[in-house]
């Protein structure tokens, strides 16, 4: 775990100096996940104004118990993720004491916390992936929004559910799109997400960024 000293500049003309996090290893100090998921982490607060804003940063999530290692990186850096992901890959071969981990990349915070929260049920996120290619490729409102954003938010057991947060701006949409875990189970059963045999699963599931809008960048 490590932190950073930083000078920021408020929007009120205020310089103050802050800490900010560079990697959390949430296996040491579950608190961390916490402040993590509540939205504090790299959250600053001016002491003249008092006003709050978060930090836009890079920032490793590390999950020993999970073996999941995420980096996340600003948005903006979306569409350099082939050359970013061949210097993390680089990165890794060099430490071999965490092999078969889950290495992954997220950019900005609402795909980080995507990625834990799927690892956290227990999912594999390349058939998440692939299931909202499916979602954004057949409802039949979501096919003419092009700025349509699918998170992941959570597997309810009980009732055999995937939820999945939809949104969009152009269109005004923000709901919570309900599908029966039966989908997910198919994809598993086919493999599609293992063997990558079809073009959609070898661009969506190969490499540490799995994200279906990968399909879209390539395009
Ligand atoms: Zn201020």
Same mark, same amino acid.
């Given at each position: 775990? $490590?932190?950073?000293?930083?000078?920021?500049?408020?929007?009120?003309?205020?310089?103050?100096?802050?800490?900010? %996090? &560079?990697?959390?290893?949430?296996?040491?100090? @579950?608190?961390?996940?916490?402040?993590?998921?509540?939205?504090?982490?790299?959250?600053?607060?001016?002491?003249?104004?008092? @006003?709050? $804003?978060?930090?836009?940063?890079?920032?490793?999530?590390? /999950?020993? /118990?999970?073996?999941? %290692?995420?980096?996340?990186?600003?948005?903006?850096?979306?569409? +350099?993720?082939?050359?970013?992901?061949?210097?993390?890959?680089?990165?890794?071969?060099?430490? $071999?004491?965490?092999?078969?981990?889950?290495?992954?990349?997220?950019?900005?915070?609402?795909?980080?916390?995507? #990625?834990?929260?799927?690892?956290?049920?227990?999912? &594999? /996120?390349?058939?998440?992936?692939?299931?909202?290619?499916?979602?954004?490729?057949?409802?039949?409102?979501? @096919?003419?929004?092009? /700025?349509? #954003?699918?998170?992941?938010?959570?597997?309810?057991?009980?009732?055999?559910?995937?939820?999945?947060?939809?949104?969009?701006?152009?269109?005004?949409?923000?709901?919570?799109?309900?599908?029966?875990?039966?989908?997910?189970?198919?994809?598993?059963?086919?493999?599609?997400?293992?063997?990558?045999?079809?073009?959609?699963? +070898?661009?969506?599931?190969?490499?540490?960024?799995?994200?279906?809008?990968?399909?879209?960048?390539?395009?």
């Amino acid at each position: 775990m $490590s932190v950073q000293r930083f000078q920021l500049r408020c929007t009120c003309g205020h310089e103050f100096e802050t800490k900010l %996090w &560079d990697s959390l290893n949430v296996t040491e100090s @579950k608190e961390l996940k916490g402040k993590l998921l509540s939205g504090e982490i790299n959250q600053v607060q001016c002491p003249e104004c008092q @006003k709050k $804003s978060y930090i836009e940063k890079s920032l490793l999530y590390h /999950d020993m /118990d999970q073996r999941l %290692w995420v980096q996340m990186l600003p948005p903006t850096e979306r569409s +350099k993720w082939p050359e970013l992901q061949e210097e993390y890959e680089e990165e890794i071969k060099k430490n $071999s004491g965490i092999k078969k981990y889950h290495f992954r990349l997220a950019f900005g915070r609402e795909e980080l916390l995507e #990625k834990v929260r799927i690892f956290d049920a227990n999912l &594999d /996120d390349r058939i998440i992936e692939l299931l909202k290619v499916r979602i954004l490729n057949e409802d039949e409102t979501l @096919k003419a929004v092009s /700025d349509a #954003k699918v998170f992941f938010s959570r597997y309810v057991a009980q009732e055999e559910e995937l939820h999945f947060s939809v949104t969009s701006q152009e269109k005004n949409i923000s709901q919570t799109l309900v599908i029966a875990f039966q989908h997910y189970n198919d994809i598993r059963e086919s493999k599609e997400h293992v063997e990558t045999t079809t073009e959609l699963s +070898k661009t969506v599931c190969r490499g540490m960024y799995i994200h279906h809008s990968k399909t879209r960048v390539l395009h």
